[in-house]
């Protein structure tokens, strides 16, 4: 037999017993407090609109949940869970211009921005994220720092991070041993020959960060990458086109 969740699959039911539209349609009516009087009921004798509210509720709240759950196991800080392209506000022209580019952006280069905290590059390297997720592509947010970690204790995260459709690679900073520096490496090259792409977060400056990745990387990196400067002040790399690296 079949289970009627809702009226209307029961009314035609009814429609083809009754041999009437009208009678059938006065068989479920309820009142509701919220929706009025002389409102459809479900076949329990309860509000249909309520009822329905209900259930789009249940359904955005499983929604949420379920991004929350992929945002964590991408390993978005809980911090930034919520960064979009849209909640990020410019303060000037230049920012307003890289936030245009994170909006765009194809997952097709690398990306390095580099700048000093709280000019934002967090929350749009998270925001790209974001964006990754509604393509239905896969990607994973690691601060520098935890790769080696990650390498040692756990393989098959790490073959995650080098496959995944984008990585953002924060907090990179000076190394102070090569195989921490040949890490980067690795990764950026792992990936490279894989087609895909990292963005890159530093708050070195271009010449320090040039310095620190040394020349194997750089080279690596050159043939595909754009410098995004999120210093606001720093007039050496002017836009998007910015420093070609070289
Ligand atoms: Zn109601």
Redesign the pocket.
């Known amino acids: 037999m079949k289970d009627f969740t809702e009226i209307k699959d029961f009314m035609e039911l009814a429609e083809q017993i009754l041999g009437s539209k009208v009678l059938a349609a006065n068989l479920f009516k309820t009142d ?4 009025g009087s002389n ?1 459809e009921a479900l076949l329990n004798g309860k ?1 249909i ?2 009822y329905r509210g209900q259930q789009s509720k249940a359904l955005a709240t499983e929604k949420r949940q379920d991004l929350l759950n992929r945002k964590s196991e991408m390993g978005i800080p809980t911090r930034f869970t919520d960064a979009t392209c849209d909640n990020y506000v410019p303060n000037n022209d230049r920012s307003a211009k890289l936030l245009e580019f994170c909006k765009v952006y194809d997952f097709d280069t690398n990306v390095i921005m580099l700048g000093n905290t709280g000019n934002g590059k967090t929350h749009l390297g998270c925001a790209i994220l974001d964006r990754a997720i509604a393509q239905k592509l896969t990607g994973f947010y690691v601060p520098f720092y935890r790769i080696a970690e990650i390498k040692i204790k756990s393989p098959d995260l790490f073959r995650k991070i080098i496959k995944c459709d984008l990585l953002i690679v924060d907090e990179y900073g000076v190394q102070e041993s090569d195989f921490k520096s040949n890490l980067l490496y690795e990764v950026i090259n792992e990936r490279y020959n894989n087609e895909v792409y990292t963005i890159i977060i530093s708050n070195l400056s271009i010449d320090v960060f040039k310095k620190s990745i040394g020349d194997p990387l750089y080279s690596r990196l050159k043939s595909r990458v754009v410098v995004k400067s999120c210093n606001w002040d720093d007039y050496r790399l002017k836009d998007s086109k910015d420093a070609a690296f070289n």
């Open positions: 509701c407090e919220i929706h409102v509000c609109v309520c």
